[in-house]
């Protein structure tokens, strides 16, 4: 008999996304202090293509915090990096596959979010560390260029973000230069 909700134990017993990716392009950990756990997530991610090719968690956790991991690196794997803008924590979006509602535990649910979110995060340092232009990078997810983007908004005159994300695909990864792109719409359009 298990100690756990049925749908934890039955993802403590799928286990198909533990372990480690010893050559990672984006690993993000957390630790929670309070129960003395860490989840660190692994990230093999093609530079070319945005594609997660691989999402791969470690956790010395609970079954909450690993039933939790488990469904996030489930997610992860196979998606485009543009396909995850809304990414976020439990709550922070109408999910329709809370995973809140898999675990009853947010804070094993905050904790593997912000690995994940960590491990975003470690590739896009790494990836604005590779970048050695001399422009000015908007876009750190796909090396866009101000420069381009600006040539782009005022060739093609485009009406919103998604017009932009769907030809240059900036701002279609993490989304933090979203803003930054939306001001150069809205300066070319005066």
Known sequence: MSVYPGNIADAIREMRFAGELPAADAVGTEARFD???????????????GLIRDAKYASNGCGYMIATAETIAGKLGGSLIT??????????????????????????VEAAYRAA??????????????????????????????????????ESHPESIDEVIAVTRAGGGCGSCRMLIQEIIETRRV
């Open 35 to 49: 129960c003395g756990c860490f989840v660190r997530i692994f990230l093999d991610i093609d530079e070319k293509t």
């Open 83 to 108: 396909e995850l803008h809304g990414f976020a924590f439990a709550g922070e979006t109408a999910d329709p596959e809370n995973i809140a509602a898999l675990s009853g535990r947010t804070q094993c």
């Open 117 to 154: 979110r960590g491990a975003f995060d470690s590739y896009r340092s790494k990836r604005l560390e590779e970048y050695s232009g001399e422009k000015a990078l908007v876009c750190t997810c796909f090396s866009v260029t101000e420069e381009t983007l600006e040539r782009f908004v005022e």
